[in-house]
């Protein structure tokens, strides 16, 4: 079979198309359902709470003898300083 630059493409964004209406599909069908979402009613960390998680990884850096710690971005990072 010989595919050429065109045809790929045509056959990728009728895919895209497909995809992005199965997901348009599946939400309604959730609203439909009656579900919410899973954030509702979820109340952000206090800025005392967030010192004490900082607090807390000074602790175990020191009783485990680390010097530093990488956060990369993503859950870990926003955990510690909310960014």
């Known amino acids: ?10 056959s990728s964004v009728a895919a895209g198309v497909a995809a992005g209406a199965a997901t348009l599909t599946s939400a309604t069908t959730a609203a439909q359902a009656g579900l919410r ?5 979820i109340v ?3 800025l005392d709470e967030r010192r004490g998680r900082v607090e807390k990884a000074r602790r175990l850096m020191a009783e485990n003898h680390l010097d530093a710690v990488c ?6 990072l926003f ?5």
């Open 1 to 10: 079979m010989n595919t050429n630059r065109r045809a790929f493409l045509k």
């Open 37 to 41: 979402p899973m954030t509702d009613g």
């Open 44 to 46: 952000p960390i206090t």
């Open 71 to 76: 956060l990369e971005g993503g859950t870990s």
């Open 79 to 83: 955990y510690f300083t909310g960014v």
